[in-house]
């Protein structure tokens, strides 16, 4: 347990803590209740249907830019009735192990820099899972190219996937979060990122490609350690926090 | 054929009228549309924001227009919005820094090859120089920190190399303080650029001051300090070309001037339709606010308002790759700094700046530490050597 870890204090956060000015508020809404307010002809709901109905999608999936160029780089080997979804996936998943390499280098980081952490935060075991996610990124890289697209593209799901995990470099790179906190980060990428490789091996099924598909594989069961380390970690270190 | 005034007189303030809806439309795909609309889009922003800014200066100054400056300024605070929320939700922080770079890059780039003082060309160049140098930085720190590449945001148009290192560009207050043109002598293209480059920068200052904070990473917060001190002392730099001595009605005029030509070379040269139409659109509201300054220049100043702002206005700012000037520029003049107003070899700095710079460097230095050993790389660093090696040995540990 070291000193990032949170402990009882003055948290401000809650309406208990300023009870007399709780009450007021509560007062205030009584003086003034909602249903004096004049009603308005529009909905939050009319609104955002507004914007969805004409909204286009955030971009488009990167193509191979010629047909000589498809013809050559084995774009048409690709079998299965959309292919672009093969390439939108095939790009999530590298940026997303991409990312997942950066996330381990703070958490990394973050253990180096605190001399009190647990013993079983063996650094070895993290470093050897961060060259594993740069191993991934690196043979889908190599996959995008066999299919013939481009491997420094960001595809849409890529784009998606980097808004959603924004937040999980902002918890690892905090220099004031604690080491169970930023695991309990790691673990969402974890579990999104096995989910991810189950939802490509469907699709390299489609396409028959069976070499990538025994490499997707292997790298599906190495996340899957990935999961139950962290989780086993996790589990250890909030336990053990409990008890003291 | 340039944009001649007495044939295009504009919209109508008082028909300026637009409903949310209208003021919030769809913002710009970050994948699909071209990096140049979203360079076109930054600029906008930072010109908008800067006619406020002045707008406001000027109500408080002078009470016989006020009127008129509320109303122009409320449909313009409303145009900033439509433009500034072009942005897609989807573009962090972090890429929408890179692009206000590829921005300030691009457009002094521009300037700089057009602008006919000498003095003042020499001007671009430095902060030129300064702002590649921003770039690289926070390429480096997009990569190692998110994994992402900035190149995806640049499109290619822009390098991404060492400039002017940032750590050395921080100077003395009084040696960002530039000789101004003088009113009565300048050409009306020198007025316009000094204009375009203080509201870009001024807007890059503010982006940065506000966005610094929302990074978690210490070197990230650290960095945007920085940048950000620098920003503010580019402010100085180009805000200090235009001509003191210019009077408010002056300068209101140049700067409805300025939203003129600026909304004229975006029209002319958007390739998006839809943001076309955006322009053509803004560029109408900008020829009846300039009728009104106009108007009022006349009035109150009883001269004729052609003395101030050319009749014919100039060919469009180019928005284009100067790959190749930027790189000519890097060889020849990355090793200047100023002293006082001139431009100098670094070996000739004042003290004053060096002091100044080895206090702000004394505990460390955040640009230098974020890009150390950065080589942009396609698809981001992990693609070098170094990293496939050990991804080579980590396949063959695998399953461990």
New interface residues.
Partial sequence: MTHLEPTMGKNRTGAQMSPLMSAAMLESIKEFPWDTVQPTADSAERIRL??AK???????IPMPLTLKGMARTGYEKIKGEKPEIFIDKLGERM?FE?????LYQALIRKCEMDPARHASMDLYRLQ?IC??E??H???L?QAIEAVGAD????T?GA??M??AS?GL???L???R?SVTQCLEAILIAELADTDGWQLLIDLTQETGDETMLAQFQ?AM??EE?HVLEIRSLLKELTLGKTKL | MGLKLEENRGYPLDKQLRSW?DIVI?PL????DDAMTRVRQILMNGIETEALRFSHAAHRMNPHIQHELAIIRRVEQHQATTINWLT???Q?PLETTIAYEQVAIEVTAAVAQREPDPYLAQAYRFGLLEDFDHLYRYSALMD??????A??ILQSYTDILPGRPTMVEHRHPIDDIRTPYEKSAADPLTKLHALILVGGEFQTHDYYMNIGPL????L?RQLYAEIASIEEQHVTHYESMCDPTESWMEKWLLHEANEVYNYYSCAEQETNPRIKALWEQFLDYELGHLQVAMEAFKKFEGRDPMQIIPSVFPDPLPYQSNRNYVKSVLAAEVNLSANGTAFVDRSQEHPRSVHYRNQLNASGSPSEAVAANYIWT???E??RPK??S??????K????
Avoid: C, W
């Fill in positions: 507004d914007y004409d909204a286009h999608a955030i971009g488009s940026a991409r990312m997942g390499v950066r050897q060259d594993s740069l191993e990124m690196q043979m890289k491997p420094t593209a960001t849409p784009d998606a980097a808004v924004m470099g902002q918890v790179n905090d220099p979060t292997r069961q190495e350690v | 809806k769809e795909s970050k994948l699909d897609p939700p989807d962090s190692r920190l998110e994994g992402k590449d190149n995806n990074f978690s990473d210490p990230a396609p698809g981001t992990l693609n990293y496939a050990k991804a080579v040995h980590a396949a540990g695998a399953m461990i």
